[in-house]
């Protein structure tokens, strides 16, 4: 069984800087896309940025200039670089991975996300 494990959250003031990190492990298969969501409490879980096998990148408004998705396919690691982090970026961070090509930005696409991490929480204060 394939499993994400994130790390790299934590606390910090505002404006700075934050990197989480994902590493995938066990029998999956090589996924098509990875992606970072988020969910800040009582808020829906949304997407933030995802990265696709080809190295194609897609990131929501909010973060977009801000945050870096990266991956390095040796070692099976997905990184998030968070920069000029906002009080509103708070939230607890989730890795997931789909077998096809999906946008982490449409809600529906969603289920496609086979394999979720269990989070590492971000916390931003002013």
């Known amino acids: 069984q394939g499993r994400l494990v994130e790390s790299g959250g934590g606390s910090v003031q505002a404006g700075g800087r934050l990197r989480l990190a994902c590493a995938a492990s066990?029998?999956?298969?090589?996924?098509?896309?990875m992606a970072w969501f988020r969910q800040a409490p009582g808020e829906e879980r949304e997407g933030v940025a995802c990265?696709?096998?080809?190295?194609?990148?897609l990131y929501t408004d909010d973060v977009r200039g801000r945050f870096t998705i990266s991956q390095d396919n040796l070692e099976n690691i997905v990184y998030l670089e968070m920069d000029s982090l906002r009080d509103e970026d708070t939230a607890m961070y989730y890795c997931?991975?789909?077998?096809?090509?999906?946008?982490?930005?449409?809600?529906?696409?969603?289920?496609?996300?086979?394999?979720w991490g269990q989070g590492t929480q971000v916390t931003v204060s002013s």
């Open positions: 997931a991975a789909a077998s096809g090509q999906w946008s982490c930005l449409v809600a529906q696409a969603r289920p496609k996300f086979g394999f």
């Open positions: 990265i696709f096998r080809d190295g194609n990148t």
């Open positions: 066990g029998h999956m298969s090589a996924p098509y896309t």
